[in-house]
């Protein structure tokens, strides 16, 4: 049964670069499609974009500017950096899966929360 | 981007009544070479990640009671629970990934009258 789970700091400064890990376990990140998604406190959902594993990516443009999705097969893990975050980023971030590119998320991983705060 | 409207925002239910919520695509999302629509449901309880329900707009995901359904295509969508369960009070989302950006629905509360 594969697993993600999300791993990274719960608080990161104004200005500064919010960095979080994806773990996939049980299986191979060597296939499916790798996404990153958050929700703010009380809102709705917003994607933040995927990579394969090959290390190709996609982002939402809203976001594009200031994110980075890599991953590293070796250790059956993928990574979110956003840079000069700022209070609206606040929020409960979560990977999933796809199967494909043009695919739903079927696994998602149990979210964590990052608050941006000095 | 495509933006994905719901509506209602909320509604109230009574056990064992029937729920409807829609949910509307600025732009189709079926692709016409395979007929299918791009468009998924999912389920949310509080502190819980989102589960998916139905995809392709009306396949039931494996495990989905089949009091949930999926119907609809084009442009237009609606999700039923034919006799609502006090485990099905939760947050609802459509989102379609017909686009390379994906975008939901802003999310319908169904709760039990």
């Known amino acids: 049964q594969v697993q993600l789970q999300e791993s990274g700091p719960g608080l990161v400064k104004p200005s500064e670069t919010l960095s979080l890990t994806c773990t996939v376990s049980g299986g191979s990140i060597g296939i499916n499609y790798w996404s990153w998604l958050r929700q703010p406190p009380g809102k709705g959902l917003e994607w933040i974009g995927y990579v394969y594993y090959t290390g190709s990516t996609n982002y939402n443009p809203s976001l594009k500017s200031r994110v980075t999705i890599s991953v590293d097969t070796s250790k059956n893990q993928f990574s979110l950096n956003l840079n000069s975050v700022t209070a609206a980023d606040t929020a409960v971030y979560y990977c999933?899966?796809?199967?494909?590119?043009?695919?739903?998320?079927?696994?998602w991983g149990r979210g964590t929360l990052v608050s941006v705060s000095s | 981007d495509i933006v994905m409207t719901q509506s209602p925002d909320s509604l109230a239910v009574s056990l064992g009544e029937r729920a409807t919520i829609n949910c509307k695509s600025s732009?189709?999302?079926?692709?016409?070479?395979?007929?299918?629509?791009?468009l998924a449901w999912y389920q949310q309880k509080p502190g819980q990640p989102p589960k998916v329900l139905i995809y392709w707009a009306s396949t039931r995901e494996s495990g989905v009671p089949d009091r949930f359904s999926g119907s609809g295509s084009g442009t237009d969508f609606t999700l039923t629970i034919s006799s609502l369960q006090a485990e099905d009070v939760a947050v609802y989302y459509c989102q379609q990934y017909y686009s390379n950006t994906r975008t939901f629905g802003q999310g319908t509360k169904v709760e039990v009258k």
């Open positions: 732009q189709s999302v079926l692709y016409s070479s395979n007929n299918k629509n791009y």
């Open positions: 999933a899966r796809t199967f494909s590119a043009d695919w739903y998320f079927d696994l």
